[in-house]
């Protein structure tokens, strides 16, 4: 069940990290 947690925090920050991206570009590129 650790493992699943840990895997899913994973994602969960790549996803944020990737949203924060795409955002700072799309600002950026206005």
Same mark, same amino acid.
């Given at each position: 069940? +650790? $493992? /699943? #947690? $840990?895997? !899913?925090? #994973? &994602?969960? !920050?790549?996803?944020? !990290? /990737? =949203?924060? /991206? $795409?955002?700072? &570009? !799309?600002? =950026?590129? +206005?």
């Amino acid at each position: 069940m +650790k $493992r /699943y #947690t $840990r895997h !899913l925090v #994973t &994602a969960v !920050l790549f996803a944020a !990290l /990737y =949203l924060g /991206y $795409r955002t700072s &570009a !799309l600002a =950026l590129g +206005k």
